[in-house]
């Protein structure tokens, strides 16, 4: 079974490599700075001068995709986590502001290329309901330096705030 934040990631992957107006829909939303998200209750500051896009404006807003280069992107995306297939925490490891998580990193190898990954997910709730947190990277080891530096100043801007009612 493929963990959340892997799902997560492959979703956005697809949605930013297709491209919203292939699909015949509104576009993408883009933002810059202070990203705040009242429906998940979180918000991230953007780099300056990077763009996270986000789904269309009627779509649910979970999070946003940075894209640093065509083989790099952080993804910072939350969901409530489904009783019929909840995340499954290994160890928590770390924090993601105030909640415990857990931070993973991996590498896979194909097509003669190889791709790095690093994960940090958390369990936050919303009166009683739980939410899913994750920032996600992937990159190659060409862009490694510049990619881990946005993850890590995403990751340390992460605040919780209240969810709207």
């Known amino acids: 079974m493929i963990d959340i934040g892997i799902r ?6 697809a949605l930013f490599a297709i491209g919203a107006d292939s699909l015949g829909q509104e576009a993408m939303q883009t933002f810059r700075g202070l990203y705040v998200n009242v429906d998940y209750g979180f918000s991230v500051e953007i780099p300056d001068g990077l763009i996270g896009k986000g789904a269309p404006t009627h779509a649910p807003n979970h999070g946003f995709t940075i894209n640093l280069n065509p083989k790099s992107a952080v993804w910072v995306d ?3 986590d489904m009783p019929d297939s909840p995340h499954t925490f290994g160890r928590f490891n770390t924090r993601l502001g105030t909640l415990k998580a857990e931070l993973k990193s991996w590498k896979t190898t194909g097509q003669g290329s190889e791709s790095l990954y690093r994960a940090i997910v958390a369990r936050g709730f919303d009166r009683g309901t739980p939410i899913i947190y994750t920032i996600q990277l992937e990159t ?3 862009y490694r330096e510049e990619s881990f530096r946005v993850f890590e100043s995403v990751l340390n801007s992460f605040r919780i705030i209240p969810v709207r009612p």
């Open 8 to 13: 997560v990631a492959l979703a956005f992957a």
């Open 78 to 80: 939350a969901t409530y």
């Open 140 to 142: 190659t080891p060409a």
